[in-house]
C-alpha cells in the first residue's frame, strides 16, 4: 500500500518548527505530498522563505529521498508482487519483542531502514531500538543500543533515521527530478552485521530491482504479478581472516534488458568496518572482477575481466570504509575482494612510525619552491630568455595568456564545483557526529 498524511497538514495551519519536522517525517513516507486547504495558510516548502528551518530541512531530506529512490522503487515492486507494506510498524520485524506491539511513533521502511520522528515542538526524542546492530543513515555511526530506549537531542532540521546491520541499501546520485535522477551513478551502503555465532563471517545482502519505469507488462504476462524488469543481488561478507567480498548478481524478467544507458556502480560504502584505529588506512588494493552481462547480445562469448584498483580509504571515526572510482556495470556480474592483512595502509614502504613518507612530501615541495625561486631570478637577470617573468609580455605571448587565463577561470571552477561535492565537503551534526556527504543531501 503507499500512503503517507498530507506534508504540514491538510487543515489549519502547522507551526514552522512542525512543518519542518513534518517535511523530515514526510521525506519518507511512501507517498510523499504537501498540500492543504485553500483556507489554511501557503504552507509549500519556498513559502517559508530561503532560510527559513523548513527550507533548509527540505532540501536535505528530499535529497537523501532522491539517494534512496532505487531502495524505495525495489520496495514497491516487492510489496506489489508479495502484498508486504513499505512502511510497517516495528513488530511486523520484532514480533517477539512485546515492547514493539503498542509503539507506533516509529515505523521500518522496508527491512533496512529505521525511521524516528521528533512529533512534538523541541529537540527531545525518546525512541526504542529494536534488537539488532543499527547504523546512522547519514554518518555511518554505529548505535550501540539494542533492545532498549534511546534518549538524545535531534536539531530541528534533523530527523533520526538508522540502517539496519546485515542489509545493503542502493542508491543513486540525487538530481531535481526523477528521470534525472535515474540517469546519475549508483552506490551502495553496505551495513555490516555482526559476525555469527562462530565468529567465523560477518554478512549483507541486498536487492535491486531495475526497469525503464515506465514499460507495462506484455500481453503474455497478463495475470502475473512480474514487470519486465532485473533484479540485482548484492552480498557482502567478512571472514575472520580479514578477507573481504563484495559481489552482485543480474537476472532479468519477461525478456527484459537493461538499456546501455543504465549508469554504472560508482561506490560502495560499508558501515561497520571494524578497521584500522587511524584514519591513515587507505589505498588498499581490491581485486575487481566484471563477468559478462546477463542480458543483450554482450553476454555471448565474452570472458571476466580482472584488474585492480587503491581508490580505497577508511574514516575510523565512523568506522567506514569507502570504495570510490567505480564503473562497474549493474547488468552484469561482479566481485570486490580484498585483505586486510595487518591493517596497515598499503604499501608504505615499511614505514611504521609513518612520518618517513610526510617528511618526504615536505622535502618535495621545498625543493620545488627552491626550484622555481632560481628559474625566476634567471628570467629577471636574462639568463634564461624562456623565463621572462614579470617582462612586458609580446603580443603573441599575451595571446596566449588570455586563452589560458580564461581556460584557467574555467577549470578552477569545474575543480571548485568537484571540491563541493568530494570527501571535504561536509557538514556537522550534534547527531552521532554525523558526517555527511553533501552530494547526498
Not at 554505529?142 to 534518549?151: E, P
Not at 512480474?226 to 519477461?254: E, G, I, N
Not at 617573468?389 to 603580443?395: I, L
Amino acid at each position: 500500500m503507499v500512503t503517507g498524511a498530507d506534508i504540514c497538514g491538510f487543515q489549519g495551519n502547522a507551526s514552522e518548527s512542525l512543518c519542518a519536522r513534518w517535511v523530515e517525517l514526510g521525506a519518507f513516507y511512501p507517498l510523499s505530498r504537501n498540500r492543504n486547504t485553500w483556507a489554511s495558510s501557503p504552507q509549500e516548502l519556498y513559502a517559508f522563505g530561503p532560510t527559513s528551518v523548513v527550507t533548509i530541512a527540505a532540501q536535505r531530506w528530499l535529497g537523501v529521498r532522491y539517494a534512496l529512490l532505487p531502495y524505495l522503487y525495489t520496495l514497491l515492486l516487492h510489496s506489489h508482487i508479495t502484498g508486504e507494506p513499505m512502511m510497517r510498524p516495528l513488530f511486523y520485524d520484532f514480533s517477539d519483542d512485546s515492547t514493539t506491539w503498542a509503539i507506533d511513533h516509529q515505523f521500518l521502511l522496508g527491512d533496512a531502514l529505521l525511521v524516528c520522528p521528533v512529533l512534538e515542538d523541541g529537540t527531545d526524542l525518546s525512541v526504542y531500538i529494536p534488537e539488532a546492530k543499527w547504523y546512522n543513515l547519514l554518518s555511518g555511526s554505529a548505535l550501540n543500543v539494542y533492545g532498549d530506549f534511546y534518549d538524545t537531542g535531534i536539531p530541528l532540521d534533523y530527523i533520526l533515521v538508522l540502517v539496519r546491520g546485515g542489509y545493503i541499501v542502493p542508491r543513486h546520485a540525487p538530481a531535481l527530478t526523477v528521470e534525472a535522477t535515474r540517469l546519475k551513478p549508483f552506490d551502495i551502503i553496505v551495513a555490516m552485521a555482526p559476525a555469527n555465532l562462530s565468529g567465523e563471517v560477518a554478512t549483507s545482502y541486498g536487492t535491486m530491482i531495475l526497469d525503464d519505469g515506465v514499460s507495462l507488462p506484455p500481453p503474455s504476462a497478463t495475470g502475473s504479478p512480474q514487470l519486465p524488469s532485473c533484479t540485482t543481488t548484492m552480498q557482502a561478507s567478512k571472514r575472520s581472516d580479514l578477507s573481504w567480498k563484495v559481489h552482485s548478481s543480474c537476472s532479468c524478467q519477461l525478456g527484459y534488458a537493461l538499456p546501455p544507458s543504465t549508469p554504472a556502480l560508482q561506490r560502495v560504502v560499508i558501515y561497520g568496518y571494524g578497521g584500522a584505529s587511524s584514519d591513515a588506512y587507505f589505498n588498499l588494493t581490491i581485486k575487481v572482477t566484471v563477468s559478462a552481462p546477463t542480458t543483450g547480445p554482450e553476454r555471448l562469448g565474452a570472458s571476466p575481466q580482472v584488474y585492480y584498483i587503491h581508490t580505497n580509504f577508511y574514516e575510523a571515526t565512523y568506522d567506514r570504509f569507502t570504495i570510490e572510482s567505480l564503473s562497474l556495470p549493474v547488468g552484469a556480474s561482479w566481485a570486490l575482494e580484498w585483505t586486510d592483512g595487518s591493517g596497515q595502509p598499503f604499501d608504505n614502504g615499511g614505514d611504521s612510525d609513518g612520518w618517513v613518507a610526510p617528511v618526504a612530501v615536505v622535502l618535495s615541495l621545498l625543493g620545488l619552491v627552491l626550484a622555481l625561486l632560481v628559474v625566476r631570478y634567471a628570467g629577471r637577470k636574462g639568463w634564461c630568455m624562456g623565463c621572462r617573468w614579470g617582462r612586458a609580455a609580446t603580443p603573441l605571448a599575451n595571446s596566449s595568456a588570455g586563452g589560458s587565463t580564461s581556460y584557467s577561470a574555467a577549470a578552477g571552477a569545474s575543480s571548485t564545483a568537484a571540491a563541493k561535492t568530494g570527501p571535504e565537503s561536509r557538514e556537522q551534526s550534534s547527531l552521532l557526529t554525523a558526517h555527511v556527504d553533501s552530494s547526498y543531501l
